[in-house]
Nanobody, 122 residues
Framework: QVQLVESGGGLVQPGGSLRLSCAAS????????MKWYRQAPGKGRDLVAT???????NYAASVKGRFTISRDNAKNTVYLQMNSLRPEDTAAYYC????????????????WGQGTQVTVSS
């Protein structure tokens, strides 16, 4: 059984910073691409940032230059450093990962975390 657990959300003032973490645990052989999504109240879930197993990154236009995605493969953990936060960044943030549980005979499956709330307000 594989689990993704996010942490680091909270209430922050505009212009402030937060660092989200997402740790994968369980029977893990390899983790491929890891992503952060967010979902504001009444809206759909949007892709925020992506990082490949090799460390290549990609960002939504709305967060480029303010957010940084990184990963620690030894800890099976992905991070999202969020700077210069704005009220419109308020959302539940979810991590997502493609994980292989065995070396042979099984494909990569896609897993979601339970989400962590980020609220940007004065």
């Amino acid at each position: 059984q594989v689990q993704l657990v996010e942490s680091g959300g909270g209430l922050v003032q505009p212009g402030g910073s937060l660092r989200l973490s997402c740790a994968a645990s369980g029977s893990i052989f390899n983790i491929n691409t890891m992503k952060w999504y967010r979902q504001a109240p009444g809206k759909g879930r949007d892709l925020v940032a992506t990082i490949t197993s090799g460390g290549s990154t990609n960002y939504a236009a709305s967060v480029k230059g303010r957010f940084t995605i990184s990963r620690d493969n030894a800890k099976n953990t992905v991070y999202l450093q969020m700077n210069s936060l704005r009220p419109e960044d308020t959302a539940a943030y979810y991590c997502n990962a493609d994980i292989k549980t065995q070396a042979m005979g099984v494909p990569y499956y896609n897993y979601w975390g339970q989400g962590t709330q980020v609220t940007v307000s004065s």
